[in-house]
């Protein structure tokens, strides 16, 4: 059992499932909410979280299989099952299981660190393991969470303490969630946009309530933080918050010039992926004997698989033709 990638991304191999297609297809399973990783299928198999954050982006869903984790169902004579992925509420693994027994794994983004506002991970055990490796090169190594935690919460303190407003910039569906609830229990005094606010009232829904919230009217108060999507905070719309200083949270802040890249004064590594020491031990604890990589650093992290004993690869360019 394999997986392949097609034009409208990854299929597994001799069924009729995509996994995270990008554009239509018949069937596909959706790992999680982001926008790369979501389309208009004409059927999806996905958690109840994912199906909300897609609706919530795309509009009614049509044909949704809403499956909850740890919850085996068949599809023809494959079964399948969903488990976290602890990428951001919702996010799943998929583990297909075929009628010999032979299993394989699709783990879409991951990330094992312990998270506030997504589900814990659950090593998916298999025989055929399909990883993304968005942070798989060796320079890639996240300080501990709350480590990273306790840097944010000096930073806004050092920026409150002389008057300067703090603006946290971080991806509106997950990443702002989870810092936001993190630093409310720090006991922050929170004020988010709306595309980051808005997803926020759906995580209360889904069970995940973020405290000290409130929705940016325009206003920041003295003593609040401000979060903010990096894509909107170049411009002129932070302008009337003078003086301010803004942070981004991301796992490419372990790059030279990851603040800069984001026009931010200071990055803090704060991801929702998997670091490289993290995804080697992932691997190794699912029990795969024959990995294939995909996504970002894919090449440099089956090499480095390989040279701990492990067959793997990364996963091949598209093909020209195909059989849809
Ligand atoms: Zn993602």
């Known amino acids: 059992m394999s997986v392949e990638l097609r034009r409208n991304g990854l299929h597994l191999t001799g069924t009729p499932l995509s996994l995270d297609a990008k554009r239509k297809s018949p069937l596909s399973f959706v790992s999680?909410?982001?926008?790369?990783?979501?389309a208009r299928h004409e059927s999806t198999i996905a958690t109840a979280a994912t199906l909300r954050f897609m609706a919530h982006r795309l509009g009614p869903v049509a044909s949704p299989l809403s499956v909850p984790f740890r919850r085996p169902f068949e599809l023809g004579p494959l079964l399948l099952e969903l488990l976290p992925a602890g990428h951001i509420l919702g996010s799943a693994q998929l583990r297909v299981t075929r009628a010999d027994g032979k299993r394989i794994v699709y783990t879409g983004d991951l990330n094992t660190a312990p998270s506030l506002t997504a589900e814990a991970t659950e090593v998916a055990t298999c025989d055929t393991l399909v990883i993304e490796s968005t942070f798989g090169h060796p320079r890639y190594r996240f300080p501990p969470r709350p480590e990273v935690l306790g840097q944010v919460e000096t930073w806004l303190r050092a920026q409150l303490n002389r008057g300067v407003t703090p603006v946290l910039l971080g991806y509106p569906l997950g990443k702002s969630q989870e810092a936001m609830k993190q630093l409310a229990l720090r006991g922050f005094q929170l004020v988010a946009h709306p595309s980051i606010f808005d997803v926020a009232e759906l995580y209360a829904e889904l069970g995940v309530p973020i405290e000290n919230l409130r929705r940016y009217d325009g206003r920041v108060?003295?003593?609040?933080?401000?979060?903010?999507p990096p894509h909107l905070a170049r411009g002129g719309a932070l302008a009337p918050h003078w003086p301010r200083a803004t942070a981004v949270l991301t796992g490419w802040a372990m790059d030279p010039g990851g603040a800069r890249r984001y026009g931010a004064d200071v990055a803090f590594p704060l991801s929702d992926h998997a670091d490289f020491p993290s995804l080697l031990r992932y691997v190794k604890d699912t029990g795969a004997r024959d990995v294939i990589t995909c996504h970002g650093f894919a090449e440099e992290l089956a090499q480095a698989l390989r040279d701990a004993g492990t067959d793997a690869r990364p996963l091949g360019k598209p093909q020209q033709m195909t059989l849809f």
């Open 32 to 38: 999680h909410g982001h926008s790369d990783h979501i």
């Open 221 to 228: 108060e003295p003593g609040e933080v401000l979060f903010f």
